[in-house]
């Protein structure tokens, strides 16, 4: 990349910076294989603690959902298990071909980004008639990736439970739940070391929720009068966005993998050791955007990004690239204007 300037300047606050917007949940080992049949019953599953329940993709300034929505999971060797229970009234669903566009239903969504680059991530969804559609994200929607629906999740196992009548107005329904047992090995490449005790991921969850009613004895999705495109869907999350856009990776949860068993042998969340740089990084990600967006061009300094004083930080741009790099505890981070965060020792 040809430099026009290189500048090191300081941002004016600390590298403990907190990501407390973003959640997080210990997932304990199993030494038992859960059963995926929708039902969790098994004694490894009242080990596991839940998450919190799902609030508004926004956060809290938007009202709590109606329904209750909250998840646990496990892992071993070979799988991340994942539960999840869903109140619902009114159980629908339309969708049977896989890899259909399953969030124009109800559905509970995973999405994965095991290295914290905020590219190569996965989703996957489910609907309550078990109808799945997974794909794989290079990068996300709003730095021109595109998904990659070929890509499926290789060995997975996955189970939905109805508590009630599925497309059956005119009665009430408890709800539905999800059982997934996810391989590791399918969220791997080449060379990627193995889950750890103490590894730590980025995941979030995600739930959709259309408004309906009732025309000709079935449940259709409300639309607008004068459009006739249908009402906005509700998303419910289990670690708030900020935005309506589950793909911006750096706003997910963290998970850490522990040996531990749950229960009563548990063990503490570490708060990752680069999250104050990453959220440096993040900062002058997102002042770079409304740069170029209002002069055409990158900033070349961070002074031009009103961000000085502190801990330091070096920038290098051209009208369309900028790197944005900073030390960090085992090594240096770095963004580019992809919003791409590498590592290197």
Not at 72 to 96: C, R, V
Not at 187 to 213: A, H, K, P, Y
Not at 234 to 258: C, D, R, T
Not at 282 to 298: A, N
């Amino acid at each position: 990349m040809k430099v026009k300037l290189y500048g090191c300047f300081f941002l004016s606050f600390a590298f403990g910076l907190a990501t407390s917007a973003q959640r997080h949940y210990v997932c304990y080992y199993t030494a038992e294989r859960p059963v995926i049949d929708g039902v969790a019953n098994e004694a490894v599953w009242q080990q596991a603690p839940w998450t919190e329940d799902f609030m508004d993709i926004e956060g809290e300034a938007r009202p709590q959902p109606p329904l209750r929505t909250r998840v646990k999971m496990l892992w071993d060797s070979a799988n991340l298990y994942i539960y999840a229970e869903l109140q619902e009234p009114d159980l629908w669903g339309t969708l049977h071909q896989h890899d259909t566009i399953i969030y124009d239903d109800n559905d509970f969504e995973v999405f994965i980004n095991p290295d914290n680059s905020t590219h190569r991530y996965f989703e996957l969804e489910i609907n309550t008639l078990g109808t799945v559609m997974d794909l794989f994200m290079a990068k996300p929607y709003r730095n021109g990736g595109k998904a990659l629906l070929s890509w499926d999740t290789q060995g997975l196992q996955s189970a939905v439970q109805t508590n009630g009548t599925i497309n059956h107005p005119g009665d009430v329904d408890q709800g539905w739940s999800v059982e997934m047992a996810i391989p590791l090995k399918s969220l791997s490449f080449w060379g990627d070391g193995q889950v750890r005790d103490s590894t730590q991921w980025r995941i979030n969850f995600s739930r959709v929720e259309w408004d309906r009613e009732v025309r000709d004895g079935e449940y259709q999705v409300r639309r607008d009068a004068v459009s006739g495109r249908r009402l906005p869907e509700h998303n419910w999350v289990w670690s708030p966005q900020g935005y309506i856009n589950m793909h911006m990776p750096e706003k997910w949860a963290y998970l850490q993998f522990s040996t531990h068993k749950g229960g009563r042998d548990t063990v503490a969340f570490a708060e990752p050791a680069d999250a104050g740089p990453r959220e440096m990084l993040w900062m002058i990600y997102e002042k770079q955007q409304k740069y170029i967006q209002q002069h055409g061009h990158y900033a070349e300094i961070l002074r031009q990004l009103g961000l000085v004083g502190g801990s330091g930080i070096k920038l290098q741009a051209t009208d369309t690239q900028f790197m944005a790099t900073v030390n960090a505890p085992g090594g240096e981070l770095s963004i580019d204007q992809d919003g791409e965060v590498r590592h290197s020792n």
